[in-house]
């Protein structure tokens, strides 16, 4: 696991309050995590999603993944754990707009402590969030303890590749994107397995160096102005992002960051 001490929960809710987090939808649209669409078809189809199912997003963000698992997947109900008050509101007002407010709950909570009920879900997901959390074993074991045995934990993240990042590179990635930590896959088997859960899936979908390229087009070529407007139309700080998405996508390009996806069962 590569740490950053220095970051903290209060560093990743300033994130997502302000223009970095409205930057990140405008490349990424309102599913903000590698592949979209696509991507959470994919991650439901290998975690064995089912309709009348009830889950729990934990980072849920906004929760367009909530109402994707409801519009496409037929969903019974999802239950969103955030920490973020901004992104709660608007995701409520979006849930709203879209007549999903009965099929969606949002919880303001730390993931690791969500005062849910247990083992009362039959799936825990996530999609590229965990990755701001600080303390992964208390993630993964508040994810075990909602769903009931034989439910589901079912999720991607940002993790260290095979390649493996140097110190000073995993410096420079969390601190550029408020990461306090990055596991890699075999780390995450570890924690699941030593909480009770049969790890099914465990893979590199391998985005990471496929969509890199497509964002940096998006505020390079197309978004450079809505880009810009959202901060202040610094452009001094805008090649600065621009260089350090460069430095991302050739760690991606060399295998030290991947796009995990992991689907495993609760069995005890």
């Known amino acids: 696991m590569k740490s950053a001490p220095q970051i903290h929960l209060s560093d990743v809710q300033s994130v997502y309050s302000g223009p970095e987090g409205r930057l990140w939808e405008l490349l990424m649209g309102e599913q903000i995590h590698i592949g979209g669409f696509q991507a959470s078809m994919d991650l439901a189809h290998r975690g064995g999603v089912d309709a009348g199912w009830k889950g729990v997003d934990?980072?849920?963000?906004?929760?367009?993944g909530m109402r994707f698992l409801t519009r496409f997947c037929n969903v019974a109900h999802m239950t969103g754990v955030d920490a973020t008050p901004a992104m709660l509101q608007l995701g409520r007002r979006r849930c709203a707009d879209e007549g999903l407010s009965d099929k969606v709950t949002f919880v303001e909570a730390n993931v690791c402590a969500t005062g849910l009920p247990a083992g009362q879900f039959n799936?825990?997901?996530?999609?590229?969030a965990w990755c701001y959390v600080e303390d992964k074993p208390r993630l993964i074991a508040e994810a075990a303890r909602v769903i009931q045995t034989k439910g589901k934990i079912i999720f991607t993240d940002w993790m260290e590749g095979p390649s493996g990042m140097t110190e000073a590179e995993a410096a420079r990635l969390l601190a550029f994107m408020k990461f306090p930590n990055v596991l890699m896959l075999a780390e995450y088997r570890s924690l699941l397995e030593a909480g009770g859960c049969a790890v099914s899936v465990a893979l590199d979908t391998g985005r990471f160096p496929v969509f890199m390229p497509l964002y940096l087009d998006m505020i390079e070529k197309q978004l450079t102005f809505d880009a810009l407007k959202i901060i202040g139309y610094d452009l001094a700080l805008a090649q600065s992002l621009v260089?350090?998405?460069?430095f991302i996508q050739s760690l991606a390009q060399s295998g030290k960051i991947v796009q995990?996806?992991?689907v495993a069962e609760k069995t005890r």
């Open 58 to 64: 934990l980072c849920c963000c906004t929760g367009a």
């Open 123 to 128: 799936f825990v997901w996530g999609e590229d």
């Open 243 to 246: 260089c350090e998405m460069r």
């Open 260 to 262: 995990g996806l992991i």
